[in-house]
């Protein structure tokens, strides 16, 4: 696709706190401009037609890396397929069932698909979405247990956590305290998880990344850095999704 053929962009407007100037982030499904909340929306579409060239320029960049980054997932969910969870890749099984809904179990280091026979037509993306359901179900009980294990110990406490679908962060804390975590985490190996949620929870004291943070960061994962350096070489992959 010729980005020209974009024009005029379309972008989305996100006011933060913690910005201390105006910012763009590209992504393959959008373009976002990250604000501080003082900022008019005439300056910020300024600022966008001022950028226009490298915003095209970045298009073409994450497009072209979308294309040429290796997908974790299998091309179709089907009787032996593998599954990308936590760092490994787990074979699926389907069994028939006279239930009238599909169900998603995960057992003895296999994932177990329980499929009506009024579902077998395009079983496949059925499957996927019953997957990914319990993905989010499942990343939101760990990343709990994760917050109960780190929280104490410096009194990191969120007021809420929300479980989202999200192609360029992995995680978010806002103004007061609300963390965000992407379920695409629960693919990479745990370790990587417990790092982004600790991150996140060290932002309800550090607004910033400042050195009080990452000195905080590593009070409660003293080996982050190896982690993070992970998450930047595989989180495109990652990002592709089941």
């Known amino acids: 696709m010729n980005p020209l053929s974009e024009l005029p962009l379309k972008y ?28 008019s929306d ?113 009194q990191l406490f969120p007021r809420n956590l929300r479980i989202k679908t999200q192609k360029s962060r992995w995680g978010s804390c806002g103004p007061y305290n609300d963390i965000n975590l992407n379920w695409l985490l629960l693919l990479a190996p745990p370790v990587i998880m417990e790092y982004v949620v600790i991150h996140e929870l060290c932002h309800i004291k550090h607004k910033n990344h400042s050195q009080d943070f990452w000195q905080l960061v590593a009070a409660h994962m003293p080996d982050y850095l190896q982690h993070r350096h992970w998450l930047k070489q595989h989180g495109a992959s990652l990002m592709r999704g089941l």
């Open 12 to 39: 989305q407007i996100r006011r933060s706190e913690r910005a201390k100037k105006t910012r763009i982030i590209v992504t393959t499904d959008k373009i976002e401009v990250v604000a501080p909340p003082k900022i």
């Open 42 to 154: 005439r300056r910020i579409q300024a600022f966008v037609s001022a950028q226009q060239n490298w915003i095209l320029d970045a298009l073409k960049r994450v497009r072209h890396r979308a294309q040429t980054t290796p997908s974790l997932a299998p091309a179709l969910y089907v009787e032996g397929a593998d599954v990308p969870f936590q760092g490994q890749h787990i074979p699926l099984t389907i069994k028939p069932t006279t239930a009238k809904r599909l169900r998603v179990q995960f057992t003895d280091q296999r994932f177990e698909v329980y499929l009506p026979a009024s579902q077998t037509e395009n079983s496949s993306a059925q499957i996927k979405t019953a997957l990914e359901s319990w993905m989010k179900q499942h990343t939101r009980q760990l990343a709990l247990q994760l917050i109960d294990k780190h929280s104490p110990k410096h």
